[in-house]
Each structure stands twice: as C-alpha cells, then as structure tokens.
C-alpha cells in the first residue's frame, strides 16, 4: 500500500470453542471460501485428538494449543545483500508473525500426511506436534539450526 498500513481486522471467536486463535487457524485451514467445511474438518480433528489424547487432564483444545507452541519459530534467517555478498542473517521473529508461520507449517504438513481424511491427518499432525515430533516440529527444528549456523553473520543485523 502506498498511503498507510492496512489495519488489523478483528476475527471472531468461533462457536465452538469460542476462541480467535480457532478461528485463523481454521481461516488458514480453509480452500475456496469454504469456511463451514474448514470448521468441520478442524472440529472432527479435535474430537479425533479427544478420543486419541494421553493426557487425561487436558482438553483436545489445550492439546492443540501446546503442539502449536512447539511448532513456533523464535528465529528464523532473513537474506541481506552486503557488498555484492548475500548473507544468511538470524533475526528473532515478531509474536503474530511465530503464530502464522506456526499455523501454516502444521496445516501444510498436515495436508501432505497420509491419513484418508483431513480431519485425521490435522489430528495427527496436532498429536505428534504436541508430543514434539512430527514435521512441523522438524521444520522448527531446521529453522534454528539454520540460525544458529549462521549466528556469525548477526553483526549485520539492520
């Protein structure tokens, strides 16, 4: 935009768990507009992670929001060309930005499972992310050692 920046929108909380952080979760979730059959798909995978838990105190939605957690970056390498050079620099990552880039590894991941339903592969995708395994993790995982390696270039931090 060339005037300003673009305002936040507030989302509503969804129905069922009345909880904003459902909701763009389920936002991400979701193809072609399709909100009502991205909410099924979200809500059938939490009575799967229902049925499916170890720990009996949580509930399904507690479950998703600590594999959530153990899928957010706290670094993450951005490029910045430097006298003809392009370096690798580690910088920390906005909160709102960790949530994002956290919802759309574990729904991308999620998709390339191999469950028969996306219901079943988000629930899987959320059990092994709060057990802290699974691919998102492993993302997560990456994306740090990516910074880490390359915590010499963080002089040229802008």
Request: proline share 3%.
């Amino acid at each position: 935009m060339r005037k300003r920046r673009a305002k936040k929108r507030v989302l509503l909380p969804d129905p069922r768990f009345n909880d904003q952080l459902v909701t763009r979760f389920v936002n991400n979730l979701m193809w072609d507009g399709k909100k009502s059959v991205a909410f099924k798909v979200f809500y059938d995978a939490m009575d799967i992670v229902n049925e499916k838990k170890t720990d009996e105190e949580k509930s399904a939605l507690e479950v998703w929001k600590d594999g959530l957690s153990n899928v957010m970056p706290h670094v993450e390498v951005r490029s910045r060309r430097v006298g003809g050079a392009t370096f690798q620099i580690p910088m920390q990552i906005r909160p709102d930005r960790k949530v994002s880039m956290a919802i759309k590894w574990m729904v991308s991941y999620a998709r390339k499972r191999n469950e028969k339903t996306m219901a079943q592969r988000l629930a899987a995708e959320i059990l092994a992310a709060s057990k802290e395994e699974g691919a998102a993790v492993k993302k997560r995982v990456d994306t740090h050692k990516m910074a880490e390696a390359n915590k010499a270039f963080s002089h040229f931090r802008f």
